[in-house]
């Protein structure tokens, strides 16, 4: 049996919450609030191996500028105190769904874990994140119809509690659950909107840390650290998380908040590692270091990006400020190859809805310098298939590409197949500007700077 002393379950052994949230609620525990997690792996990874080793202990090291100053401070985590494997530990998973003290799960299976997929029939185990999710309330209703359970889904989708919320009741709904269940979801399950705000780089490299000579999973992290939740000032007393130190918000409408931060943040980060990547950058840091680089960033989110937001421009602007200046962390190498994972969901949740009201302003045209980061993407996969880190349908989508089609058509049937997106002036434009200058560069394995 897993350890009864659970309150939290966490989907995702990565260092985004092991840095953001693990923190929380170590410092919860110090301030005699006991919250103990069981952390659950289902990406087939070697995370919760390595955990189980050292005890589900390590460190975070909290790196960079605070208040104008330099810091570095180390904590050693020690709320994880159980770790299942999906699904091989099904079975486990599912009877914690009759512990009393399991009260909150969070998430962090990314954009490309937060989608619909068909599933067989109930008695099965789901293959898909919201399809465990729906089998584990299922089993809480059928065990512990009174305790109430709240789940903080902190993938960087907005809504991301309402989608969640929709994906269980449509399972629910083909699995021929009763009024009462659809009742008591209501009543008892709280599907949080959230937002979550921190650059987590990982494993520190380059700081001359102790720590790492026995600890394998030590993450680094900025001192920066933000989450919004979109909730009622009365349901205050479900979310113990707004005591800890770090900056959480209760807030009745964080829209606001959410696209600010993934169309600009996430969104250059995804433009950043696409291009970095294919012009011989390896970090954001080295590749925003460049003053040529750096301009056409800013001039990318000012003119294609901040104008759709629907927000005050000043403010806007002030925050993009704040975001290169994170990015510029001297401790932080946020290495662009970890941020390319799985980066066809995160264009299309980040940077894709910027092309309609783009384009209904721009006499049809895509927003260019966005198209680049698209067709940098593009290129790297198609010729780098090798290290192409996506879902097996999108793996399995770019096999499909014809080899006799020439470099443009591939791209163009990629675009159309993979995004929906029509070949397009602004495509057209961005393709040309890249492989007049730099076809020769990228198809080049020993890349240098350009």
Known sequence: ????????????????????????????????????????????????????????????????IKNGEKVQEIQKITCVREGLDLPKDNEKFLDLASNPQVKWIISNVTEAGMVWKEEGLLEEFAESFAGRIAQWLI?????????????????????????????????????????????????????FNNLVDRIVPGFPNRLDLKEKENDALVVQTEPYSFWAIEGKKEQSPLLPFLKADSQVVLEEDIQGFSLRKIRILNGCHTYIAAKGIMTGYQTVREFISDKKNLSILNEMVEKEIIPYLGMDLNELKSYKEEIFARFANPFVDHRLEDILLNSTAKFKSRLLPLFLPFSQKNEGIYPKEICKGLIYLLHFYLQNPNQVRETSAVTSLLAEVPRELSSKEKIMWVTKNLFGLKWNPGLEQAFLDITSVNLAFIQNPNRQHI
Request: hydrophobic share 40%.
């Open 1 to 64: 049996m897993p350890n009864q002393d659970i309150h939290i379950l966490q989907f995702g052994t990565g260092n985004f919450l092991r840095a953001f949230f693990e923190p929380m609620v170590q410092t919860l525990n110090k301030k005699n609030i006991p919250l103990n997690i069981c952390m659950i792996q289902s990406t087939g990874g070697k995370t919760l191996d390595k955990l189980k080793a050292q005890n589900f202990h390590y460190h975070v090291c909290e790196a960079g």
């Open 139 to 191: 089993r809480r209703f059928e065990r512990l119809s009174e305790t109430e359970t709240v789940l903080l889904p902190c993938e960087l989708i907005p809504n991301n509690g309402d989608l969640l919320k929709e994906f269980v009741v449509k399972h629910a709904r083909r699995w021929n659950q009763s009024p009462e269940f659809f009742s008591w979801l209501d009543r008892k399950v709280y599907f």
